[in-house]
C-alpha cells in the first residue's frame, strides 16, 4: 500500500517559458509515474488497458467520445484521464483512525491537493452535533439519520440533492426518482456551474440542450473554430480528433486570451509522428481576444458575412435553407448590421484586418463547426455568445448537415447523461408526465433550486439539509466564504464520495461521509456482478464494467445507498421497487427505456460494441422551438471593462488538476512549477501598473454590492496574455466570485470576466 504524504507540498515557485506544443512522449511519461505513486504496476496495468475499451471502464474524467468500436488504440486514453483513473485507483486509505488523529477544524485548514491524497475513504462516518471528529458509525444507523431528518422537514423543499457528472445514468435516474418521490425538484447540479449557459442558448435558438456534432462531423469539418477553450489540459483525446481532421485538410482558428500549448501543436504519443516527430500543427489561425470579446467576435463575423453576400448576392448565404429552416432572420439582420466597428474592435482587441481574414477562412469552408467550452459559457453574457455562435452556423446552413454544426465541449464525465435521465431542477412536463404514468405517483411540477439559489436558499435557511452525490461543491461553487457560511447553517449535511475533500470539511449540524465504489471496481449485488452507463459530450450511451477488487469491504455502490435511503425515507410512499432496483441495475434500465426518448430497449443495445447514439432532431432537421424553426436572435453588444488600475480576470484550472482537485502544484504546458497562488499578467500590464514579476499581491474582485473579496498573497508572474487581462487557478480564486455574478438566462456562475486590482502586500507570508 502506497502511504499518503504527511506533510503539505513545499511552496517554491519556478517559472519556465510556455510550452509551444501539448503532450508527446513526456505526458506519457507523467502519466506513468503519477499512477505508479499511486498503485501497482498491477493495477496501472488493468485501469490503462481497459480504459475507454469495449466492456472496459470509461474514464471518470472528461465526457470526450470515443472512437467507434475496431478504431481504438490499445492505449485509449490521455494523460490526465491515466491520472484520474488511477487517483480513484489509489492503494491508499483512510482509516478511522485517521478521523481520530484529524480534528474537522484542521482538516478544515489542509490543502485541496493534500486532502485528495490521504487515500480512499473506507467505512462511512458521522460528525455529531458539538463534535469537532467524524467517527465510525454503521450503515444503518448512518442512513436511519438521513432518513429522520428528511423526514423532519417542514416541507420536501427544505431538503437538496445535489449530482456531479461523475454519477452513472443509473445512480442518477434513482436519485431523480428519490427526490421527486420525496416531493421536491431541488436537484442542482455541476452543469449549473460549466455548462448552463449552452443548454439555455441552445434550448432556445435550435431547441435542444445538446451539442450536434459527432465525432465523424469533426473529422470531416472544412473548418473548426476552438473558442475559450483548453483541449490539451481539460480534454486532451480532442487533439486526436482535431489531428485527424487536419489531415483530412481541416483549418482550424483558436480564440483565446492566452496562447495554450494545446491550440498550437500537438505531438500524439501513439504515433512516431508525435513521438520523435514535430507533430501537427493545431491552429492555423490564432486570435489571441480579450476576456469576453467573443460575442463581438461573432457579430464582428456575421456583419462582414452580410456584407459579402450584399456584394455578391446569393453566394454567400444559405437561403434556401434560411427560409425553410429558419425563423427571424430579417429582423436579425438589421440589428446584426447595426453594431459598431468600434465596439466590436474595442472588446476583442483584434483588428479588423484579423477578424477579416477569419471571414475569408469562413467564405472558402462549406462545412464548418464550432467548439467552446467554459471560456465561453462562465460569462456574465454567456448566453448570447451562444446565441451569436447560433446565428453564424445559421447564416450559412451548417447546422444539420455532415461536418458541421455546435460542439459545447463538456468536461465532466456523464455530466450529459445525467441531464437526460433527470437531474434537472426544470424538467419539462413531458418527462414529468411519463414519471407519474411509469410509477403512479405525481411528481411536483414547481420548479427546484439550482446551484446558485440552493446557497442562497441555505443562506437564508430555507434549505436545512444538504445531500451531494460525488463532486466537491463547496470548491466548485462561487463566492467560497458565503457558500461555506451557508453549508454551516444546515441541520444536516452529507456526501457520497470515493474521496475526501473540502466538502467534508464544511460541516452542518450533523455531518455524513458515506463511502462508495468508484468507477473502477467490481459491482456485485444480489443478482450479480454490474455494469453502469454513461453518455458523453456526443450523445453516445455506452457501459462502463469496473475491473478491480474494491477499495473496502464496507463500500456500497451509489445505487445501493441511493435505494436504501429511498426506502427508509418513503417507507412505501409510491410503489417503487428499491429493492430490486439495488439487486439488479438492467431493471433501472428497463424503467428509463419507457420514460427516456431514445433509450428504448436500453439493455439490449447499451451492451452491443459502441453502445447508443441518441438521436438529436436537429440532425433530421427538427427543432424543438415555438415556432418549430431554428431562431435567428438578436443579441447586444456587451463586453466586460476594466477601469484604470483594474484588470479583467479569469479563473482557470492548471494542467496537473482535474476539476477542483489539483494533482501536484505544477502547471507543465504553461511553466509554472512549484505553486498554485500565482496571477499570471501581460508584461506591459505589470508595467503599467506598477508591478514586477514576482511581487506578492492580493487579488482584490470589485462588484457592485460594495464587498471586498480577496484572494491573498498571489506571486505575479510574466505571462503573454491578452493585454488587460490576468489568469489565476480555481478553485483557489473561487472566493473572488460573487454569488451574484451570473450569466443572463442561465444563472450560472461567471467567473471569467472579473474586474480585479492587484494590491502590493509589503511582506509575503
Known sequence: MHKPPTEEPAENLTVDPPKKWATGAPAAAHALQYSLEETSVRRTGVTLLTMNQVDGIDCPGCAWADPTPGHRHVNEYCENGAKHINDEATTRRITADFFRRHSVTELAGRSDQWLNQQGRLTEPVVKRPGSDHYEPVGWQEALGLLAEELRSLDSPDEAVFYTSGRVSNEAAFVLQLFSRAYGTNNLPDCSNMCHESSGFALHETLGTGKGTVSLEDLHHADLIFLVGQNPGSNHPRQLSALEEAKLNGARIVAVNPLPEAGLLRFKNPQKPRGVIGRGVDIADRFLQIRLGGDLALFQGLNRLLLEAEDAAPGTVLDHDFIRASTDGFDAYTSH??????????????????????????????????????????????????????????????????????????????????????????????????????????????????????????????????????????????????????????????????????????????????????????????????????????????????????????????????????????????????????????????????????????????????????????????????????????????????????????????????????????????????????????????????????????????????????????????????????????????????????????????????????????????
Open 336 to 765: 446584426a448590421r447595426s453594431v459598431a466597428w468600434e465596439d466590436i474592435l474595442g472588446a476583442t482587441g483584434l483588428t479588423r484586418a484579423e477578424i477579416e481574414q477569419v471571414r475569408d477562412e469562413v467564405l472558402r469552408s462549406e462545412r464548418i463547426i464550432v467548439c467552446w467550452a467554459m471560456g465561453v459559457t462562465q460569462h456574465k453574457h454567456g448566453v448570447p455568445t451562444i446565441r451569436e455562435i447560433v446565428n453564424f452556423l445559421l447564416l450559412r446552413g451548417n447546422v444539420g448537415r455532415v461536418g458541421t454544426g455546435a460542439c459545447p465541449v463538456r468536461g465532466h464525465s456523464n455530466v450529459q447523461g445525467d441531464r437526460t435521465v433527470g437531474i434537472w431542477e426544470q424538467m419539462p412536463d413531458s418527462f414529468l408526465d411519463a414519471l407519474k404514468d411509469e410509477f403512479g405517483f405525481d411528481p411536483p411540477r414547481a420548479h427546484g433550486l439550482d446551484s446558485v439559489n440552493s446557497i442562497k436558499a441555505m443562506r437564508e435557511g430555507r434549505v436545512k439539509f444538504f445531500l451531494g452525490v460525488a463532486g466537491n461543491f463547496v470548491r466548485a461553487a462561487p463566492d467560497s466564504d458565503v457558500t461555506e457560511d451557508a453549508m454551516r447553517r444546515c441541520r444536516l449535511t452529507a456526501h457520497i464520495s470515493t474521496k475526501l475533500n473540502r466538502s467534508h470539511t464544511v460541516c452542518g449540524e450533523t455531518a455524513l461521509i458515506l463511502p462508495t465504489l468508484g468507477r473502477t471496481e467490481r459491482d456485485v449485488q444480489a443478482t450479480g456482478e454490474q455494469f453502469v452507463t454513461v453518455e458523453d459530450s456526443m450523445s453516445e450511451v455506452h457501459a462502463s464494467r469496473g475491473r478491480l477488487e474494491p477499495a473496502s469491504r464496507l463500500l456500497l455502490s451509489e445505487v445501493a445507498i441511493l435505494c436504501r435511503l429511498a426506502r427508509r425515507t418513503l417507507d412505501g410512499k409510491a410503489d417503487i421497487p428499491w429493492d430490486r432496483f439495488e439487486a439488479d441495475y438492467g431493471t433501472i434500465r428497463d424503467r428509463i427505456a419507457r420514460i427516456v426518448p431514445g433509450l428504448h430497449d436500453y439493455n439490449r443495445r447499451v451492451d452491443r460494441p459502441g453502445g447508443i447514439r441518441l438521436p438529436n432532431p436537429v440532425n433530421e432537421g427538427v427543432f424543438g422551438t415555438s415556432s418549430g424553426k431554428a431562431q435567428f436572435s438578436r443579441n447586444d453588444w456587451q463586453a466586460p471593462e476594466a477601469p484604470e488600475g483594474h484588470l479583467l480576470l479569469q479563473t482557470l484550472r492548471s494542467h496537473d488538476q482535474w476539476n477542483t482537485v489539483p494533482y501536484t502544484t505544477n502547471d507543465r504546458y504553461r511553466g509554472i512549477h512549484g505553486s498554485r497562488r500565482i496571477v499570471m499578467v501581460n508584461p506591459e500590464d505589470l508595467t503599467r501598473l506598477g508591478l514586477a514579476d514576482g511581487d506578492h499581491v492580493d487579488v482584490v474582485s470589485v462588484w457592485s454590492d460594495g464587498i471586498e473579496r480577496r484572494a491573498e498573497d498571489f506571486t505575479v508572474v510574466p505571462y503573454p496574455s491578452a493585454r488587460g487581462c490576468a489568469a489565476a487557478y480555481y478553485p483557489e480564486t473561487n472566493v473572488l466570485v460573487p454569488l451574484d455574478s451570473v450569466a443572463e438566462g442561465s444563472n450560472q456562475p461567471a467567473s471569467k470576466g472579473l474586474v480585479v486590482r492587484l494590491e502590493t502586500r509589503t511582506t509575503p507570508d
